[in-house]
């Protein structure tokens, strides 16, 4: 059970947030916005509350004045769950509002056995995304950026609620696993009808699909798939990563946007 749950917490976390993807639109920056908080409740099995990840947005300004935004992804496990297998595990992403361009990606975790502990840096100028792993110091590299400008997964799914997508859509995106970049398409599924601790949804559900050359989870037979609702602000009211050891379904159970401070008059 210690194995299967090292398993899905560790690809939760990968799967959340530290897969870079290129957007097929490069623009202003529109996924979260200032002072969004997500808590999602992570369920596995027969373990109802197993863990919790928030996902959380701030803006903050750069050296050079410009305006960005600094997403954090934590995931722990919780409960019960946490006597016997204790995981911690968080990654932020630091964006350019005004152009989208993800600029850094960092991660770091630990299960008490295995941990985590890598940074990834963009230089648009030279096109290089400069991956450093301390866990793993030979996974460490130069890659060439491709064609697009990088975001992490999780902003791509949860900014798919501003793209009106319908059902049998796909809009495809390239994606980077470690030191390398691969293919994938976001379909829009179907309508579907969810119930969330936050009430009852119609949504549309998105699915991300590795169709050449699958890798990582993909390679793996795993599948994700997000529920974004309908209605008012179009939430990600729930996920879910599909493993052979398991299905780990997060149900959002908190929303909240901090009003931003007003700016003091020049």
Known sequence: MRFALSVIFRFLAFAMFAVPVL????????????GETFTYRVAWGIFFHAGEIV???????????????????????????????????????????????LLLLREKGSDGEHFTDSETTFDYSRRIASYVDRAHPDRTAQVPIPPGDPLDLISVLVDARNWDLKPGAKRNVLV??????????????????????????????????????????????????????????????????????????????????????EKPAR
């Open 176 to 261: 980077n696993f470690g030191n390398e970049f691969f293919p994938l398409a976001l379909y829009a599924e179907g309508y579907d009808e969810v119930r969330t601790p936050l009430g009852r949804f119609r949504t549309l559900v998105l699915v991300p699909r590795m169709e050449e050359n699958p890798k990582g989870i993909f390679k793996r037979g795993g599948e994700i798939k997000v529920w974004i609702s309908q209605e008012g602000q179009k939430l990600p009211v729930k996920m879910q990563l599909k493993l052979k050891f398991g299905a780990a379904t997060l149900s959002l159970t908190d929303y909240r946007k901090t009003a931003a401070p």
């Open 55 to 101: 996902i959380a947005a701030h803006e903050e300004q750069g050296a050079d004045g410009a305006t960005l935004l600094r997403i954090t992804t934590d995931t722990a496990t919780h409960g019960f769950v946490r006597e016997f297998y204790t995981y911690n595990n968080r990654a932020e992403g630091v964006i350019d509002e005004a152009t989208g361009r």
């Open 23 to 34: 957007s097929a639109n490069p623009g202003p920056f529109t996924a979260f916005a200032d």
